[in-house]
């Protein structure tokens, strides 16, 4: 009989895998495929069939917010490859799957082509294009309660420019926002750390009851990446 001790996994370690430097690789690319390939949270989206880590962010925003509810309809911006797709369609009931529960809507959009997604309806659309709105309206059937959004533009080495990109990039998510929110929606979208955020979070505080600044514990403790998770939208605009 084969020898079973140590079967309980007691005094057994999770190792820690080291990549080599190879040749024409960067060591930057090579420290970031160690990291992807000791990042508990990449391990989890393989085991749990997410497409992405950025999954377990949407899921723990959610978590501690409440914003996706059964019957809820989701516009997800720059939705690729579709981690928080997958997240909204389980938790609004998109499939039918919670049976007695009222079924959801998630609209992804993204400027690229999507893979499709179980429950989800996907479109190629540059939101920022005249018009967007209308589209997304039209395709939801109506309006949203939750639009969110975990966008970031092409990196381009400087910092202070990520910066203000992305900040560009959800200025311009929550303008769309305001024209598809249903009154007490909800808008979500990842910022960067950086002091250059401010007219953003006075736009929301305008038009919102709640705004929260929150970094998930999913978002790598390197990253300068935080969430907004504004709440109760005031469709008529902010109170007097």
């Not at 690789?25 to 989890?44: A, G, I």
């Not at 560009?168 to 990842?190: I, N, P, S």
């Amino acid at each position: 009989m084969a020898d079973k001790k140590g079967s309980s996994g007691r005094g057994q370690r999770d190792l820690k895998v080291k990549v080599k430097t190879a040749r024409g690789r960067r060591l930057s690319s090579t420290r970031w495929l160690e990291r992807q390939l000791n990042d508990p949270y990449v391990k989890r989206a393989r085991a749990e069939g997410y497409r992405g880590r950025a999954a377990f962010k949407i899921l723990e925003l959610d978590e501690k917010y409440h914003f996706l509810k059964p019957g809820g309809r989701v516009v997800d911006l720059g939705c690729a490859p579709g981690g928080w797709c997958q997240v909204a369609v389980a938790r609004v009931n998109a499939l039918g799957e919670k049976k007695g529960k009222p079924v959801g809507t998630v609209l992804g959009v993204d400027l690229q082509e999507v893979e499709p997604i179980a429950g989800a309806e996907v479109h190629q659309l540059d939101f920022m294009e005249e018009g967007a709105d209308d589209k997304v309206k039209a395709w939801l059937g109506g309006k949203a309660d939750v639009v969110m959004s975990d966008m970031a533009a092409a990196s381009s080495g400087h910092k202070q420019t990520d910066h203000l990109r992305i900040i560009a990039l959800c200025e311009a998510a929550a303008e769309l926002a305001f024209d598809v929110l249903e009154e007490g929606g909800t808008f979500v979208a990842k910022v960067l750390a950086g002091g250059a955020e401010g007219e953003l979070q006075k736009l929301l505080k305008q038009r919102f009851a709640k705004v929260a600044n929150v970094k998930p514990p999913a978002s790598r403790a390197d990253s300068s990446e935080k969430f907004v998770v504004a709440t109760g939208f005031r469709a008529g605009g902010a109170a007097g």
